[in-house]
């Protein structure tokens, strides 16, 4: 029981240091898109994750992942690493921090229409009320951000929403025979690889930032990427679903308060509603009655793994 009790308290600590610096990842990259653009942004940080998750494979010794790993670090890599990465820069090129962070949030509930759909997990009403609620919210979002074309920006960060929510279905199989260094170093990877057409205006765009720019790219990659992803994992693989999803509700919150302490920045009115809208459909999305009919089912969503209860969270 007490092997069992330090394991969870490791896997908390783990979730809280990932909830952290994914929220301080939204305030660096707003003040590193002033002089990176999002591609670039995107292999600059991808290279600094790399690299540094490299050394520390090298350093443990763990080696390459298994061959049953491969096709789950593939996706991801290109998806979770890749597309996310230069959808939400992209994004925050249009909307500040704060309201791409509400935005992106909607992802614990996209994970759950695709456990319905592909983990033959279901479509309870509360699943489908609060996707319609978070949609909502998405769209006041949209309508708060409408003036100079940022209602784009809502719309990049719903498909860095939509491509975590994908990545998170098929990252589950990967942590049951790799260990969490072993897929977020392949995934952080392949995303690079995935992002090398943009080398060029990377190193043209480093050569013209200020050195204050290049060092929020390199901490980017060092502490968002390589440490949280590897902490996620690491939770991802020792918890239930539901608490997981649940840590990320307070990501939104940190990101609004930090980019106005270093930023300045507070979403407009409608947005902060529109935002309030996505988490509360999140949070309908996730509520519901538990049974005790049975033990923990595995399922292939990481965010939607069924829980001790044996129903979904």
Not at 101 to 126: H, K, Q
Not at 203 to 228: C, D, I, K, Q, W
Not at 262 to 279: I, K, W
Request: positive net charge.
């Amino acid at each position: 029981m007490r092997a069992i009790g330090t394991e969870g308290q490791r896997a908390a600590t783990a979730a809280g240091a990932t909830v952290l610096l994914w929220a301080s990842a939204f305030v660096f990259i707003r003040a590193a898109g002033e002089h990176f653009s999002p591609g670039a942004l995107a292999l600059g940080r991808l290279l600094a994750g790399a690299v540094t998750l490299l050394l520390i494979l090298l350093v443990v010794g763990e080696g390459l992942p298994p061959r049953a790993a491969w096709r789950a670090i593939a996706i991801t890599g290109v998806l979770w690493f890749g597309v996310y990465m230069v959808a939400l820069n992209w994004s925050e090129e249009y909307v500040d921090a704060g309201t791409a962070a509400m935005v992106v949030n909607i992802g614990p509930v996209l994970i759950a229409l695709l456990g319905g759909a592909f983990l033959g997990e279901g479509f309870p009403r509360r699943l489908l009320g609060g996707i319609a609620v978070s949609f909502a919210g998405a769209i006041v979002v949209g309508l708060g951000t409408a003036q100079g074309g940022a209602a784009a920006g809502v719309l990049l960060a719903v498909l860095a929403a939509i491509t975590w929510a994908i990545s998170t279905i098929v990252q589950k199989p990967a942590l049951a025979v790799a260990s969490a260094l072993q897929v977020t170093t392949g995934g952080c990877v392949v995303g690079a690889l995935a992002c090398l057409p943009f080398a060029g205006q990377l190193v043209r765009e480093v050569g013209a930032a200020p050195p204050a720019a290049t060092l929020s790219v390199l901490y980017l990659g060092v502490f968002p990427t390589a440490l949280a992803f590897t902490t996620w994992a690491y939770a991802l693989a020792r918890t239930t679903a539901g608490r997981m999803g649940v840590t990320t509700y307070a990501v939104p919150a940190l990101v609004v308060l930090g980019s106005w302490l270093a930023l300045g920045e507070v979403p407009v009115p409608l947005a902060l509603l529109g935002g309030v809208l996505c988490l509360a459909g999140v949070a309908v999305a996730r509520s519901g009655p538990r049974t005790r009919s049975g033990p923990a089912v595995q399922t292939a969503g990481p965010l939607e793994e069924r829980d001790q209860t044996g129903t979904p969270p």
